[in-house]
């Protein structure tokens, strides 16, 4: 057993990892134990570090290697495997004891399971529908890229479920006392509720409502990101903004690595034709305006500021680099990664001129002590 221990860090989300794959004795790797370190060092390794970066979180590994010696797992493999919140399973060669472990891992945690695999392993059909990472050792980075979006996204949705078990069960419940405590649905506990989340959405209209009835910020549409922005957007649409249409833009993280080249890298979440489709008929809706839009874009939390960055380029590339955005979300896991888009808050927004709110006061709304909103997603904190 190897492990490599996250730095410690003040303020930040601690997590266990822990890594199973096989040592390379069985050929499961054409180059042996030397391929089995690289696979780890180069690739799943890189990968977490770019999650931490991303995440403001700390991840503590543990490696788990088969060194050809049938059925021996220990308890304190099992140990990990039940005490990770985080677990990667290399399937290459396919590894019985990996598998196994595999099996033990699903029937004890809801999440957060990934699988990787080279090109040349087939996947068995009980666990085809759920998602595996393909790599190649000559070009790591596109699975490197893969593995950190991944753990992102299962990080930010908290009721997620990528257990065959958990899926089939959904009531079924594993309590160890210590060590986990394993449900379906998300826990509950220090959860927003949802009186809050009424208030905050208040908060949102009461700001945008003076400028709406007075004419200085009318926006040609409101746009929410993915499913938590699309739900503040529907709101304001409804109770402020009344009259204007309601779109969504989909932040695509579920990217396979061979679409990834072919896409702007500058907003790869958005450059599909989903969105682009969405943005066209802003434009045919509005043909005089050419490029002097201004839009509305919403969001329920800013995990980090990347995704909002992506839209923002995303929406100029198509609706013209004039285009005025004023982005506000409900809540952010970090106010400092707002900074990289101050001028498209409410008191950047046209240097402040149409909202009249202190910076302090606006990104004091943004903060909550709470791990989940009240439909579970989790807001990234402890």
Known sequence: MNSMSADKKEGVHKLKCFVMMPFGSNEEYSRGNTESNYVYNYIILPGIKEFEGKSNTCVNITRE??????????????????????????????????????????????????????????????????????????????????????????????ASVDSLIFETFPKMQV???????????????????????????????????????????????????????????????????????????????????????????????????????????????????????????????VFTSNTINQAIIFIKRELGVSCKILFTPMYANNIDYLNSISNNLPFGYEDGRIFGIRREDYLSQLTTPKNFLPYGKSLGRE
């Open 65 to 158: 290697v088969d060194k050809n010696i049938s059925g021996s797992i220990t308890k304190g493999i099992l140990k990990s495997i039940a005490s990770a919140e985080i677990c990667i399973v290399d399937i290459t060669g396919q590894n019985p004891n990996v598998f196994f472990e595999l099996g033990i891992r699903y029937s004890l945690r809801q999440k957060t399971t990934i699988l990787l695999k080279q090109s040349d392993t087939p996947i068995p059909f009980d666990i085809q529908g759920y998602r595996c990472i393909t790599y190649d050792c000559f070009t790591p980075g596109p699975a490197i890229s893969e593995l950190s979006d991944f753990l992102l996204s299962s990080y930010i949705d908290a």
């Open 175 to 301: 309590n160890i006392p210590g060590i986990l405590t394993s449900f379906k649905a998300p826990i509950y506990i220090n959860t927003l509720s949802w009186a809050d989340w009424w208030e905050r959405l208040r908060e949102v209209s009461s700001l945008l409502r003076g400028p709406f009835d007075n004419g200085y910020f009318v926006p040609e549409a409101i746009l929410g990101i993915s499913n938590g922005g699309l739900v503040l957007a529907d709101f304001l649409g409804r109770e402020v903004l009344k009259g204007k249409p309601i779109l969504s833009l989909w932040a695509n993280r579920w990217l396979d690595a061979n679409s990834k080249s072919s896409l702007d890298q500058a907003c790869i979440y958005f450059d599909n034709e989903y969105n682009k489709s969405t943005l066209r008929t802003i434009k045919e809706m509005h043909p005089n305006k050419k490029d002097s839009f201004t839009i509305l874009l919403t969001d329920d939390i």
